[in-house]
């Protein structure tokens, strides 16, 4: 019940669901003049706030540049990689697929490959509700990584897990059982503060080693440009940035609870 409330109640808080809940509000108490000019006002605000690139850029940033990559990763005793990055192999699916988050399992393929770390955690498992046939973002992870070279024998499998709270949790049960206590922990730049205090919280070394990076040097520049045409389409709302503006609430509000849970 916890994992679907925390999957659920967020929905209302997020911009779509937020700018929805707003106009069926209006609409139901249409008759009420001043309430529904206010709903549909807020509804609008919301929807030019979250929706230009301002906001947008600026959020992804503040999150994804807390952890820059380093000049040189060191060596460790295992590399983690946190799911998220895959699509099961269902029909008409013709083998795993990858989402924008790929860049998880390359880098850890590379690091792997370059020998920063003998073994490399596989991070993540399905909530029943949301479960693509029998697989997990651990195996199919597993199978990409084989894909680019690793050996199977260097790959071990993490399925229980349903969030990253649980990623901390069951990935650190399974390296201190093997005598493990520094890390090399890969996933998406923007993820990486919530996920590198909750393995720190488990009383791991932890090494980031962030990618997927959405905020470029040269993007952020650009976006400081203030010229019309470039201020106008960063002015106006955008499904990408109501998505990317998305994405971080979810960061925010998930270092937010985690805090209070104790979990950090």
Same mark, same amino acid.
């Given at each position: 019940?916890?994992?679907?409330?925390?999957?659920?109640?967020?929905?209302?808080?997020?911009?779509?669901?937020?700018?929805?809940?707003?106009?069926?509000?209006?609409?139901?108490?249409?008759?009420?003049?001043?309430?529904?000019?206010?709903?549909?006002?807020?509804?609008?605000?919301?929807?030019?706030?979250?929706?230009?690139?301002?906001?947008?850029?600026?959020?992804?940033?503040?999150?994804?540049?807390?952890?820059?990559?380093?000049? +040189? $990763?060191?060596?460790?005793?295992? &590399?983690?990689?946190?799911?998220?990055? *895959?699509? #099961?192999?269902?029909? =008409? !699916? @013709?083998?795993?697929?990858?989402?924008?988050?790929?860049?998880?399992?390359?880098?850890?393929?590379?690091?792997?490959?370059?020998?920063?770390?003998?073994?490399?955690?596989?991070?993540?498992?399905?909530?029943?509700?949301?479960?693509?046939?029998?697989?997990?973002?651990?195996?199919?992870?597993?199978?990409?990584?084989?894909?680019?070279?690793?050996?199977?024998?260097?790959?071990?499998?993490?399925?229980?897990?349903?969030?990253?709270?649980?990623?901390?949790?069951?990935?650190? +049960? $399974?390296?201190?059982?093997?005598? &493990?206590?520094?890390?090399?922990?890969? *996933?998406? #730049?923007?993820?990486? =503060? !919530? @996920?590198?205090?909750?393995?720190?919280?488990?009383?791991?070394?932890?090494?980031?080693?962030?990618?997927?990076?959405?905020?470029?040097?040269?993007?952020?520049?650009?976006?400081?440009?203030?010229?019309?045409?470039?201020?106008?389409?960063?002015?106006?709302?955008?499904?990408?940035?109501?998505?990317?503006?998305?994405?971080?609430?979810?960061?925010?509000?998930?270092?937010?609870?985690?805090?209070?849970?104790?979990?950090?």
């Amino acid at each position: 019940m916890f994992v679907f409330l925390s999957k659920l109640l967020p929905l209302f808080i997020y911009p779509i669901g937020l700018i929805t809940l707003l106009i069926a509000l209006a609409l139901y108490f249409g008759k009420h003049e001043t309430f529904r000019k206010l709903a549909l006002g807020l509804s609008l605000l919301v929807l030019f706030v979250c929706g230009n690139r301002w906001v947008a850029y600026s959020g992804a940033k503040s999150l994804e540049w807390q952890y820059l990559p380093l000049a +040189e $990763i060191p060596q460790a005793e295992a &590399i983690v990689v946190l799911g998220g990055a *895959t699509m #099961a192999a269902e029909y =008409p !699916r @013709s083998g795993v697929e990858v989402n924008g988050a790929a860049d998880r399992v390359l880098y850890a393929a590379q690091l792997y490959q370059e020998g920063k770390a003998p073994l490399i955690i596989s991070s993540g498992g399905s909530i029943e509700w949301q479960q693509e046939g029998q697989s997990t973002p651990s195996l199919e992870m597993a199978q990409l990584l084989m894909r680019f070279g690793v050996p199977e024998n260097a790959i071990v499998l993490q399925t229980r897990s349903y969030n990253t709270h649980e990623d901390a949790v069951y990935s650190t +049960e $399974i390296l201190k059982e093997m005598g &493990i206590k520094k890390i090399i922990l890969v *996933t998406s #730049a923007m993820h990486m =503060p !919530r @996920s590198a205090a909750l393995f720190l919280h488990e009383g791991l070394e932890v090494i980031p080693a962030p990618t997927d990076y959405r905020i470029t040097q040269s993007i952020w520049d650009d976006l400081w440009k203030f010229e019309f045409p470039s201020t106008l389409l960063n002015l106006i709302p955008s499904e990408s940035n109501i998505s990317l503006t998305t994405n971080v609430m979810k960061e925010y509000i998930g270092l937010l609870v985690y805090r209070l849970q104790g979990w950090l």
